[in-house]
């Protein structure tokens, strides 16, 4: 007895241990693909911004890019939180990732997983290589051989599992009740948040029927199927919370759309189930992996088709359950063209509050960067990043619309007022730099467990407190052209100047006295520099506000250390 249960309680093991590699793997393929694909992502969203139909497509590719329908979804509602995209946008994106995601399983479904400790090695040597593309290229292989092995350990622990009596009454089970398949899938999915690793057990489990282990049935599979796309959901619903209202209608139809799916397949169930059995005896082998696959694709295209004519009525319900309850971040004609052919001068307007808009992103930045300068959190690195392509991506839309504004006529005056605004722009998008690179400089350090000593926390929140009130009054005086508020704010960029050079004299005195060592993460004059080149873009905004023709001093004779590194 004690044997049998010591034989039971490894196989266990196996089955989490070969989950928890799986999962590790395809997170790991997946950050690497990001990383190879690095700001093409950026500009693959970017065309998703003519119809859904474009969306649909670009959520395929992303996804398949990155291979996760859940990185594609919390990505394409940070953008509907910035107000940079609209909801019949991100629609499109959504349905695309779903069809995406099921390229997951055809990969797991395909006969080279005994070739997983391949991928492994020469994943593993790649990653070892200088240049960054063979270096993320490596990461992509060892990630999908560590998929791979996943499976296999899963599967060595399955096997016998499978074979005991409990477990055979446990599939007969939800082969006989495709209710409680569902709940299994979506709980399931909901807990390790990948329905690519629900989906890999499923196909495990049904391949064993080809080894004499009667386990999981196509009748009992297909619900658990549906239910797995419900449960990865989770992550839209997650990503939603905080929102704007946008966001959250976003991930309404999300759900909604899975849900449908659910329930249409749920009715057709018996035919539906006929059709995969056909289509497994005609085109594959009894038993198959890639039926699992071909089950799971099928659907989300169909369903995709399906909706795809009925995404107004997805939207209307979406904004009939989640009410209006705040002001968009951005104006719906904020890039409409034909107002700058009615009127230029509006459309300047306009551009303006898209400009605020963009202020507000950045101020949303800077706290983030300031809180994380003092306490480490993991979250706040992929919100920082996503926070920075709001802001490049406010950039490149402002700065085509201004440039379009200026070729439809303005008088001397106006065009002062739009020459002013692109210069505006891009001190914000420089601002967004340096706070990533003080974002980056952080996250080195705490990698190398460097915190800041109780002097130099001192230093930085005085640095950090002038400049939120820069920022604060930066905003307001171009709001309101303040000119004597912008004053007040070219004081305080002086302030900052010398805040700057006392913090970084009182560290070299730490570094001679031996109070602090010094280490390759030891960027605090780095990230003092920085801060102090936000201090100067701050006064650049405000110095347009006071005299419209103003070019800063920096553009013309910029001190060596306020040289942007990033130009």
């Known amino acids: 007895m004690t044997i049998a249960l010591a034989g039971i309680g490894d196989n266990i093991m196996f089955v989490f241990g070969g989950l928890a590699l799986f999962l590790f793997g395809i997170n790991f393929m997946s950050d690497s693909l990001k990383a190879a694909a690095g700001s093409k992502l950026k500009s693959i969203i970017e065309k998703t911004t003519n119809t859904p139909l474009k969306g649909i497509l670009v959520g395929i590719f992303l996804t398949v890019l990155i291979q996760s329908s859940s990185g594609t979804t919390a990505l394409t509602i940070g953008l509907l939180r910035a107000g940079l995209m609209t909801l019949p946008q991100s629609v499109g994106i959504i349905m695309g990732a779903n069809i995406g995601t099921t390229v997951t399983a055809f990969i797991i479904g395909l006969p080279i997983a005994k070739f997983g400790y391949v991928f492994l090695g020469f994943g593993v040597i790649m ?295 692109l210069d505006t722009i891009k001190d914000f998008e420089r601002i967004g730099d340096h706070l990533t690179n003080v974002l980056e400089f952080f996250k080195e350090r705490y990698k190398e467990s460097m915190h800041l000593s109780e002097e130099g926390t001192r230093d930085l929140q005085m640095m950090y407190g002038v400049l939120d009130q820069m920022i604060e009054a930066t905003l307001e005086s171009f709001k309101n052209q303040d000119v004597e508020l912008a004053q007040k704010v070219v004081k305080m960029e002086d302030v900052v100047d010398e805040l700057e050079e006392k913090c970084r004299y009182r560290y070299i005195e730490r570094l001679k006295n031996q109070e602090i060592t010094f280490v390759r993460a030891a960027n605090f004059p780095d990230i003092l520099a920085n801060l102090e080149r936000i201090g100067d873009h701050l006064m650049n905004i405000v110095s347009s506000v006071i005299e419209p023709m103003y070019v800063p001093q920096s553009i013309i004779v910029p001190k060596p250390h306020e040289i942007d590194k990033d130009i």
């Open 127 to 421: 990653a070892f290589i200088g240049k960054k593309r063979i270096h993320h290229i490596g990461g992509v292989l060892t990630g999908l051989g560590m998929l791979f092995v996943g499976l296999e350990v899963m599967g060595s622990g399955l096997k016998p599992l499978a074979s005991t009596p409990e477990a055979e009454q446990m599939f007969a089970v939800f082969s006989q009740n495709w209710f409680l398949g569902t709940i299994f899938g979506t709980i399931f999915t909901a807990v390790v948040q990948s329905s690519s690793a629900a989906i890999g057990v499923l196909e495990k489990l049904y391949a064993l029927n080809a080894e004499g282990i009667d386990t999981i049935t196509l009748a009992g599979a297909i619900p658990i199927l549906l239910g797995a796309n419900i449960g990865t959901t989770i992550t839209a619903f997650l990503a939603s919370i905080g929102g704007n209202t946008e966001s959250k209608r976003a991930a309404f139809v999300h759900v909604l759309f899975n849900v449908l799916m659910a329930v249409v397949f749920l009715i057709l169930l018996s035919p539906y189930r006929l059709f995969i059995i056909w289509f497994e005896e005609t085109f594959l082998t009894r038993y198959n992996m890639l039926s699992i696959a071909f089950a799971h694709g099928f659907q989300n295209l169909a369903m995709t088709f399906i909706l795809y004519f009925f995404i107004k009525q997805m939207i209307a319900a979406a904004k009939y359950f989640v009410k209006d309850k705040d002001k968009k971040h951005i104006p719906d004609d904020m890039f409409d063209e034909k107002l700058i052919q009615e009127s230029p001068i509006l459309a300047l307007e306009v551009a303006k509050r898209g400009i605020l808009a963009m202020g507000a992103v950045i101020k949303e930045y800077f706290d983030l960067v300031r809180v994380y300068s003092f306490k480490e959190e993991e979250h706040f690195i992929e919100e920082g990043y996503t926070l920075e392509m709001i802001t490049d991506t406010y950039d490149m839309k402002l700065h085509d619309y201004l440039i379009k504004i200026s070729m439809a006529g303005l008088n001397k005056q106006d065009s002062a007022k739009l020459s002013r605004d």
